[in-house]
């Protein structure tokens, strides 16, 4: 009884073994063909082995059977499953062989695959943080053009507002300008019109100064301005150079003319001896009276009607030109006439001809002697009579006319001078 379970165990222990290697086969072919065959032939080649494997076990069972009938020794039988189960775990390690042989590749392959997904997704998450950064980076670069945009916009609106300050106060510099402009003009105009040996006060010169250096007057009226200046100053020479520039400047000018003469009649008068000053101020009247011939011809009686100024066919702008020219001519002839009469006292005086000399100098008025004050005291010709009582009372008088001709031309200075109304 206990050798018969013996042989059962035996049997099972058998029919396991069988199994396994009759199924390692199987899986191991249709893993194979799976790579070759489509679906379909992989089902029916396992349907086939199968069968086979059914038949093939039924084939055992027979044999199990008849080995069980016929009472096979117990030896026999053991070693026959020794020798299957032998068999079969060689077939089992063979098939475990052929499957890591066939599967290690891939395997690795599979494995070298993963490591470069990773490295991969490594990369991808690199320039993910990469996009990121150029994100924030872009972000702040928008935030910084934002306000650079506004800060911009707050200079623009400041520049605007500087802008607009700067025109506006170029606009009152401008209107300011063109009102010390007018000032200037307004002073050029009165003074030119004034009579010559009126002079000009102190208050308008600083005024001229003022606006010349500030440069508000354009190139003629700065001639002009110069040119009273020198006038005022008694600087003949430059007068007349800057009353020549403005003649050149804008061709016949009788305005610059008359100044051009006064400026040649003050020299004369200054240098009784110099007779070219006399000459150049007498041409220059000329010029200016050839401007107006119906005018001078009147005034000079070289007709019998009486013609006014309305009835003058001339610009009415100039008839104070003429006006003060007929007066400069008169000064002229005087001083003509009063520089041969000095000049026969000085040629008197010089021979020693003193009563000659002294009945010349005493038949002029004081008023002319006046003008030539200082000659009187310092004209070596002179020095034979100069400590002369009755030439001492000459130069005294005629000093004290030049002082009362000078106060007078003060006077008229402060009545021009506009009142302080502060």
């Known amino acids: 009884m206990q050798q018969k379970s013996d042989t059962n165990r035996f049997m099972l222990l058998f029919y396991l073994v069988l199994i396994l290697s009759i199924s390692f086969p199987s899986l191991t072919y249709a893993n194979k063909n799976s790579t070759e065959i489509d679906e379909k032939q ?5 349907a086939e082995n199968a069968t086979h494997t059914s038949q093939q076990l039924k084939q055992l069972q027979h044999i199990t059977q008849d080995i069980i009938d016929n009472n096979i020794q117990e030896y026999t039988l053991v070693t026959t499953f020794r020798i299957l189960a032998g068999f079969t775990l060689i077939l089992l390690l063979s098939t475990l062989y052929i499957l890591t042989q066939k599967y290690t590749p891939l395997f690795k392959t599979y494995k070298a695959s993963i490591e470069q997904l990773k490295n991969q997704q490594k990369q991808h998450d690199v ?5 990121k950064q150029q994100l924030q980076q872009a972000e702040t670069t928008t935030k910084t053009m934002q306000q650079q945009i506004t800060d ?32 200037a003009r307004d002073i050029l105009q009165k003074h030119l019109k004034s009579p010559l040996e009126q002079g000009i006060p102190e208050l308008d010169i600083t005024t001229l100064k003022s606006l010349l250096n500030e440069g508000h007057l354009d190139f003629q009226d700065a ?23 403005l003649l050149l400047e804008t061709g016949d000018n009788n305005e610059a003319l008359l100044h051009i003469g006064y400026a040649h009649y003050k020299q004369a008068a200054d240098n009784s001896k110099n007779q070219h000053h006399l000459d150049k101020a007498v041409s220059i009247y000329d010029r200016i009276m050839v401007s107006a011939p119906e005018y001078f011809e009147d005034a000079y009686g070289y007709d019998d009607q009486t ?45 020693g001809q003193l009563e000659d000399a002294r009945d010349c100098l005493e038949q002029v008025s004081s008023v002319y002697h006046a003008a030539s004050c200082k000659q009187l005291q310092k004209d070596t010709d002179l020095d034979a009579i100069r400590k002369l009582d009755w030439f ?4 005294k008088e005629a000093c004290m006319v030049n002082q009362v001709q000078k106060a007078e031309v003060e006077q008229s200075f402060h009545k021009q001078a506009p009142k302080n109304t502060s």
């Open 42 to 46: 992989q089902i029916h080649a396992l």
């Open 127 to 131: 320039e993910i943080d990469k996009l």
């Open 152 to 183: 911009t916009d707050t200079t623009t609106h400041n520049t605007t507002q500087q802008l607009q300050k700067h025109v506006q106060a170029l606009r009152d510099a401008q209107q300011f300008t063109k009102d010390q402009v007018a000032i």
């Open 223 to 245: 001639l002009k301005a110069k040119a009273l200046i020198a006038e005022h100053q008694q600087k003949w020479p430059h007068a007349l150079q800057l009353w020549d520039t």
């Open 307 to 351: 013609v006014g100024p309305e009835a003058i066919n001339t610009n009415s702008e100039e008839l104070w030109i003429y006006q003060q020219l007929e007066e400069l001519i008169i000064k002229t002839d005087e001083l003509r006439n009063y520089q041969s009469i000095l000049n026969i006292a000085c040629k008197y005086a010089a021979e």
């Open 392 to 395: 001492q009372d000459i130069i």
